[in-house]
């Protein structure tokens, strides 16, 4: 999602009488190109493995350093976005977080 389309959305949902959450999973940087690298090594799925070719092509872990660089500076102009830690292979958990940066005081974990 680009800074403009970003800015666009809490307008656009507004309008839909949708709500309108600024929340980022996010985990560090080396740690998230690791894990696109690994899902990519361990899934058999076609679409996953299309993406990966595309960012080695493009420069891979470079390209993905770059991309997270770009999300975290997205982010810092945001100053209502919150950060949610994505925790490698801890599913609900991270669920959990994000259910609570959504405010819900229910969860069924």
Not at 65 to 71: P, R, S, T
């Amino acid at each position: 999602m680009t800074p403009g389309r970003w800015a666009r959305t809490p307008i656009e949902t507004g309008t839909s009488g949708a709500g309108f959450h600024e929340i980022v999973l996010v985990d560090e940087r080396e740690t998230t190109i690791e894990r696109f690298h690994r899902r990519a090594r361990d899934s058999d799925d076609a679409w996953i493995r299309h993406h990966h070719r595309l960012v080695a092509r493009a420069g891979g872990s470079t390209v993905l350093g770059i991309m997270y660089d770009n999300l975290m500076e997205v982010v810092r102009l945001r100053p209502g976005a919150v950060l949610v830690p994505s925790v490698v292979d801890e599913v609900q958990a991270t669920y959990a977080s994000l259910v609570e940066a959504l405010g819900s005081t229910e969860f069924d974990g």
